[in-house]
């Protein structure tokens, strides 16, 4: 049997095929279709299936990760929507947090609710924050609301009360009238989707969630149906922000937690495949057409948030910790109203496309200028499947940036990349030596089509001594999904003052969380010797806003003491610091429910010993800087580059899915796994 992994990217959607019995893993790409996601799903599985002469009876898993939710947000394209709340707080939604988006920048302003205020509306009742009911819901006012959203033709209901996440009641009771009057509407109620305190934060995700629902379905739907007209009678899996799989039962209630579904999935196959490669400690560098995503994977571990902005609106769901800027290979090279050269974050995306690839783009890209300076074949890509017109590129490079601009044709290419490169490794220091790591101790895991042939500028960048290349690096998200387990995250709200009582508290909402994930999971379908549960508490110190989160084994009884000890450590750890004698708030407990799922084991077996000139099929004038240039570079094919001899650069890698660039002042190899290891002269030296 075979199982595959599908991530869907703004350029193109890329394939991975495991061999359920051999191990061996084949990889596919073709490009996106915006309009619609599923249908570049069915066509390359269709065509990777024909060319494998596999039946799709064969398959026994689809595994994909999406970025529907995300797009319907940025594109502000969800379902009409209507939110009802406590009376007094329709516009928390728009007052928020009173933040400036940039502090100094008065042009900018938060972006505008997804709620307009006259499909805000209130009902009288009110919980107390323990939970106790101060005054019912008035069934009266929710039946006129209802009436009210008929004549406005809304198509989802948000529901969020002011302390509804300590007692679900009265948002249950009038989710149960909606879906009795209202039966095509979508409805979420903030107690299903995040029963923790902070109000605007989990208005703001539950709104998300409803807006972005109805047509989340509508694409679940369409996709099941191109699924199941190939042939195969499996329902696909989804990738969610967290890095684990669920069900469509389970996106079709909760497509928030879908906001980083494809990068998700690359950070956790990265982390598995850095951990092979003898790697613990590795920044992801994920780069497609539209986005470059970065993450850091500390002691083999992702890092993971609850805190973050899809497209400047707070989701509060927890998801792999990644940053994500407009930075990819059809980024579009732009000059400002003050001359002054910009790339990005606009994308050519999937469809014009950069003008290499000749589909009607007529803005330079970030591609355009690789193919210019010959790091990306001037000839084809994709193994001769896609066509790049070279001569086109010039012109609009020469025409849009080096003619303005008063450049020669090759220092405007090399002034993109270098913008490109500056603002990658911002993106890169966001998530690293601002936050306290040193990056001379980190390896840059780079994947994606255009990951592996900046890696190395941006390396030197910011000071990374080791790059480590995949095997077919633009398929890395979608072999992600193939490495990542089913999961999903639970959480209740506590707030009380650390003592003996109150972790006896704790202890009983574990075990009822337990029995909480034990029932979704007997949903999924995992057997019982399969799931495993993840236990975390968050706590701060008294008087304090933000919290540490700190593990406490599902398998062992840990005591209060020995929560209080590592919560002291994972706050020096955090903070730098620790104060003792000062009383610790126990704030949220979560879990995460996990089924396993089979992993593909190490399937790479070649004993390619042979040498270098073996594997070269040809070479290229290579211009690496504006200092250097053109450098006659060997172009290599990278299955059949021997394994373990090192090597010295310039040299070009190609395979399928991307391109390897290695500077002349650098050593590689290719290691037993089939990943290919970079280090930079100086760093030797």
Same mark, same amino acid.
């Given at each position: 049997?075979?199982?595959?992994?599908?991530?869907?990217?703004?350029?193109?959607?890329?394939?991975?095929?495991?061999?359920?019995?051999?191990?061996?893993?084949?990889?596919?790409?073709?490009?996106?279709?915006?309009?619609?996601?599923?249908?570049?799903?069915?066509?390359?599985?269709?065509?990777?299936?024909?060319?494998?002469?596999? $039946?799709?009876?064969?398959?026994?898993?689809?595994?994909?990760?999406?970025?529907?939710?995300?797009?319907?947000?940025?594109?502000?394209?969800?379902?009409?929507?209507?939110?009802?709340?406590?009376?007094?707080?329709?516009?928390?939604?728009?007052?928020?947090?009173?933040?400036?988006?940039?502090?100094?920048?008065?042009?900018?302003?938060?972006?505008?609710?997804?709620?307009?205020?006259?499909?805000?509306?209130?009902?009288?009742?009110?919980?107390?924050?323990?939970?106790?009911?101060?005054?019912?819901?008035?069934?009266?006012?929710?039946?006129?609301?209802?009436?009210?959203?008929?004549?406005?033709?809304?198509?989802?209901?948000?529901?969020?009360?002011?302390?509804?996440?300590?007692?679900?009641?009265?948002?249950?009771?009038?989710?149960?009238?909606?879906?009795?009057?209202?039966?095509?509407?979508?409805?979420?109620?903030?107690?299903?989707?995040?029963?923790?305190?902070?109000?605007?934060?989990?208005?703001?995700?539950?709104?998300?969630?409803?807006?972005?629902?109805?047509?989340?379905?509508?694409?679940?739907?369409?996709?099941?149906?191109?699924?199941?007209?190939?042939?195969?009678?499996?329902?696909?899996?989804?990738?969610?922000?967290?890095?684990?799989?669920?069900?469509?039962?389970?996106?079709?209630?909760?497509?928030?937690?879908?906001?980083?579904?494809?990068?998700?999935?690359?950070?956790?196959?990265?982390?598995?495949?850095?951990?092979?490669?003898?790697?613990?400690?590795?920044?992801?560098?994920?780069?497609?057409?539209?986005?470059?995503?970065?993450?850091?994977?500390?002691?083999?571990?992702?890092?993971?948030?609850?805190?973050?902005?899809?497209?400047?609106?707070?989701?509060?769901?927890?998801?792999?910790?990644?940053?994500?800027?407009?930075?990819?290979?059809? $980024? #579009?090279?732009?000059?400002?109203?003050?001359?002054?050269?910009?790339?990005?974050?606009?994308?050519?995306?999937?469809?014009?496309?950069?003008?290499?690839?000749?589909?009607?783009?007529?803005?330079?890209?970030?591609?355009?200028?690789?193919?210019?300076?010959?790091?990306?074949?001037?000839?084809?890509?994709?193994?001769?499947?896609?066509?790049?017109?070279?001569?086109?590129?010039?012109?609009?490079?020469?025409?849009?940036?080096?003619?303005?601009?008063?450049?020669?044709?090759?220092?405007?290419?090399?002034?993109?990349?270098?913008?490109?490169?500056?603002?990658?490794?911002?993106?890169?220091?966001?998530?690293?030596?601002?936050?306290?790591?040193?990056?001379?101790?980190?390896?840059?895991?780079?994947?994606?089509?255009?990951?592996?042939?900046?890696?190395?500028?941006?390396?030197?960048?910011?000071?990374?001594?080791?790059? #480590?290349?995949?095997?077919?690096?633009?398929?890395?998200?979608?072999?992600? #999904?193939?490495?990542?387990?089913?999961?999903?995250?639970?959480?209740?709200?506590?707030?009380?003052?650390?003592?003996?009582?109150?972790?006896?508290?704790?202890?009983?909402?574990?075990?009822?969380?337990?029995?909480?994930?034990?029932?979704?999971?007997?949903?999924?379908?995992?057997?019982?010797?399969?799931?495993?549960?993840?236990?975390?508490?968050?706590?701060?110190?008294?008087?304090?806003?933000?919290?540490?989160?700190?593990?406490?084994?599902?398998?062992?009884?840990?005591?209060?003491?020995?929560?209080?000890?590592?919560?002291?450590?994972?706050?020096?750890?955090?903070? @730098?610091?620790?104060?003792?004698?000062?009383?610790?708030?126990?704030?949220?407990?979560?879990?995460?429910?996990?089924?396993?799922?089979?992993?593909?084991?190490?399937?790479?077996?070649?004993?390619?010993? @042979?040498?270098?000139?073996?594997?070269?099929?040809? $070479?290229?004038?290579?211009?690496?800087?504006?200092?250097?240039?053109?450098?006659?570079?060997?172009?290599?094919?990278?299955?059949?580059?021997?394994?373990?001899?090192?090597?010295?650069?310039?040299?070009?890698?190609?395979?399928?899915?991307?391109?390897?660039?290695?500077?002349?002042?650098?050593?590689?190899?290719?290691?037993?796994?089939?990943?290919?290891?970079?280090?930079?002269?100086?760093?030797?030296?």
């Amino acid at each position: 049997m075979y199982r595959i992994g599908v991530d869907v990217g703004g350029t193109f959607t890329d394939f991975t095929l495991l061999n359920d019995t051999t191990g061996e893993v084949l990889f596919y790409k073709v490009s996106s279709t915006p309009t619609d996601p599923s249908e570049a799903i069915q066509t390359g599985a269709r065509e990777m299936l024909e060319e494998y002469r596999i $039946s799709p009876s064969d398959v026994s898993f689809i595994g994909h990760g999406t970025t529907v939710a995300t797009n319907l947000v940025i594109e502000r394209k969800g379902a009409k929507t209507a939110l009802i709340t406590t009376k007094g707080f329709r516009d928390v939604l728009e007052i928020g947090r009173q933040t400036r988006p940039h502090l100094y920048d008065y042009q900018v302003h938060n972006p505008p609710p997804l709620v307009q205020r006259v499909l805000r509306f209130e009902v009288s009742e009110r919980l107390d924050s323990t939970g106790n009911e101060l005054r019912p819901v008035d069934m009266a006012e929710v039946d006129a609301i209802i009436e009210k959203l008929i004549v406005a033709d809304v198509k989802a209901v948000a529901i969020c009360f002011l302390h509804s996440y300590v007692n679900a009641e009265h948002e249950s009771v009038v989710r149960d009238r909606l879906r009795e009057r209202l039966p095509d509407v979508y409805v979420t109620t903030s107690s299903d989707l995040l029963p923790e305190f902070r109000e605007f934060e989990r208005l703001s995700t539950t709104v998300l969630n409803s807006y972005s629902g109805p047509r989340m379905q509508t694409y679940l739907d369409r996709l099941a149906r191109n699924v199941s007209s190939l042939g195969s009678p499996v329902i696909p899996y989804t990738i969610h922000s967290n890095g684990g799989l669920m069900s469509i039962p389970t996106v079709r209630q909760f497509p928030v937690r879908t906001c980083l579904s494809g990068p998700a999935a690359g950070v956790v196959g990265a982390a598995v495949v850095a951990r092979e490669a003898g790697f613990e400690n590795i920044v992801t560098f994920d780069v497609g057409g539209t986005s470059t995503d970065v993450s850091v994977i500390v002691d083999g571990e992702p890092q993971f948030t609850s805190n973050r902005n899809v497209a400047d609106y707070p989701v509060k769901t927890p998801m792999v910790d990644i940053h994500v800027i407009g930075a990819g290979g059809g $980024s #579009i090279a732009w000059i400002d109203d003050a001359g002054a050269l910009k790339v990005g974050p606009q994308s050519a995306g999937a469809v014009p496309g950069p003008v290499a690839y000749g589909r009607g783009g007529e803005m330079p890209t970030v591609t355009d200028a690789n193919v210019v300076l010959h790091r990306l074949s001037p000839a084809t890509l994709l193994n001769g499947k896609l066509k790049v017109k070279e001569d086109e590129a010039r012109h609009v490079l020469d025409e849009r940036v080096a003619t303005p601009l008063e450049l020669p044709l090759e220092d405007a290419a090399i002034g993109i990349l270098r913008i490109a490169n500056a603002n990658m490794g911002r993106a890169i220091r966001s998530v690293s030596t601002e936050r306290g790591h040193d990056l001379s101790r980190f390896a840059l895991m780079a994947f994606g089509g255009a990951g592996p042939l900046h890696a190395c500028d941006v390396a030197a960048e910011c000071g990374i001594p080791t790059v #480590i290349i995949p095997r077919e690096p633009g398929t890395m998200c979608a072999r992600g #999904i193939l490495l990542s387990d089913i999961s999903l995250d639970f959480v209740r709200t506590l707030i009380k003052s650390a003592s003996l009582s109150a972790w006896a508290i704790v202890k009983k909402n574990f075990a009822d969380m337990r029995g909480q994930g034990a029932a979704w999971l007997e949903g999924e379908k995992v057997g019982v010797g399969l799931r495993r549960y993840v236990q975390f508490v968050e706590a701060r110190y008294e008087g304090q806003n933000f919290e540490v989160a700190v593990a406490v084994p599902a398998d062992a009884d840990m005591s209060f003491d020995e929560f209080l000890i590592e919560f002291a450590k994972g706050h020096h750890a955090e903070y @730098g610091y620790d104060i003792p004698g000062r009383t610790v708030e126990i704030v949220n407990c979560r879990i995460k429910a996990v089924g396993l799922v089979p992993k593909p084991r190490n399937d790479f077996h070649s004993d390619n010993r @042979g040498s270098l000139a073996d594997a070269r099929i040809g $070479s290229r004038a290579v211009l690496f800087s504006s200092n250097s240039g053109r450098i006659e570079a060997p172009v290599y094919e990278r299955s059949r580059v021997p394994l373990g001899t090192e090597f010295s650069g310039p040299a070009i890698i190609e395979e399928m899915s991307s391109t390897t660039l290695i500077p002349p002042d650098a050593r590689f190899h290719v290691d037993s796994a089939g990943n290919i290891i970079i280090v930079s002269m100086k760093a030797v030296g």
